[in-house]
């Protein structure tokens, strides 16, 4: 015979860490979503633009490299004008604070929470190297997250683009000492863009897929939703997978958002590991392009591989 259960409520139970991920996913995933609020899109929708498209806040998934070694989970980021960001990366089962990065034209600020450290540096190329693998300028990290680049700034390192019959395919210009090389897509705007130095290569970044935004009046505005940098042969240094984007506030300084921990404490550059080698220079089938680009400039784009295959991003 079977004893009654007492009054009260019912016994707690042990919920598989698996099966609780997937029922917090299939909640927030009925949770309805509220409307983007609409970009000034007009300026915005070719690979040149009057301005930057600042400021913005972005939200997706992100894998990169820190300190040597592999960082993925969700990600917050915020782009003020500067350009300066804020990135916040969130683990991606507890959704606690990992890393807070905070990139000026001028420093850099890190606040890694689960070390309880925080470096505070000048923006250089060798300290954005140490840190993250690759040296992404804050200019050149807008570019990844947008697609788009200053009309003047184009102008400025004596932009080319070459026309076929249905308009822009190629664009390249000079910055510093380097060359940025696009080969953009049937709406003008990038799906690879490699950037050379002393010819050899220095990154280069897939655009796999563009969100579309709606707007009040006219078309959509594209901007990436799935990003890849690969620097040489191996794996991609960072993965980006976009969920949404929205005009942000221009706010203080994207260091000045948030005080530093009380218990953090300061490590110097030189406790940073020296930047992985990049091995054999990977130009893959972009390279081939170009050159076919150089020999004729109206050459049409050959076929994209068949945007049905599947994607890990």
């Not at 680049?149 to 395919?169: K, Q, T």
């Amino acid at each position: 015979m079977r004893r009654p259960r007492p009054a009260g409520p019912p016994p707690l139970r042990w919920i598989p860490v698996a099966a609780l991920a997937l029922l917090l996913a299939a909640c927030a995933a009925e949770q309805p979503r509220a409307p983007a609020v609409p970009f000034d899109a007009a300026p915005f929708q070719g690979f040149l633009v009057p301005r930057p498209l600042l400021p913005f806040v972005l939200e997706g998934a992100v894998e990169f490299r820190y300190r040597g070694e592999s960082q993925s989970g969700q990600v917050y980021l915020q782009a003020l004008p500067g350009p300066a960001f804020r990135l916040e990366l969130h683990a991606p089962l507890t959704g606690g604070k990992a890393l807070d990065v905070r990139l000026g034209p001028r420093r850099v600020l890190v606040i890694d929470y689960v070390n309880k450290l925080v470096l505070r540096v000048p923006n250089t190329p060798a300290v954005r190297l140490r840190l993250f693998d690759v040296d992404l300028s804050p200019d050149e990290l807008l570019t990844l997250l947008t697609g788009r680049v200053e009309a003047a700034r184009f102008a400025a390192g004596a932009g080319e683009a070459a026309s076929g019959a249905d308009g822009v395919r190629e664009a390249r210009y000079r910055d510093g000492a380097a060359e940025q090389r696009f080969r953009l897509d049937e709406h003008g705007l990038p799906s690879e863009w490699l950037k050379e130095a002393a010819g050899a290569p220095v990154f280069r970044v897939e655009y796999r897929d563009y969100l579309e935004l709606p707007q009040p009046a006219g078309p959509p505005l594209r901007l990436p939703r799935k990003v890849r940098l690969y620097r040489g042969a191996g794996p991609a240094q960072l993965v980006l997978g976009v969920r949404d984007v929205r005009p942000g506030d221009t706010g203080p300084a994207a260091w000045d958002l948030e005080a530093v921990p009380a218990d953090a404490a300061d490590f110097p550059p030189g406790d940073l590991p020296a930047p992985a080698p990049a091995g054999p220079a990977s130009r893959l089938r972009f390279q081939s392009r170009l050159l076919a680009w150089k020999r004729n400039p109206l050459l049409p784009p050959e076929p994209r591989r068949n945007s049905a295959a599947p994607s890990r991003t």
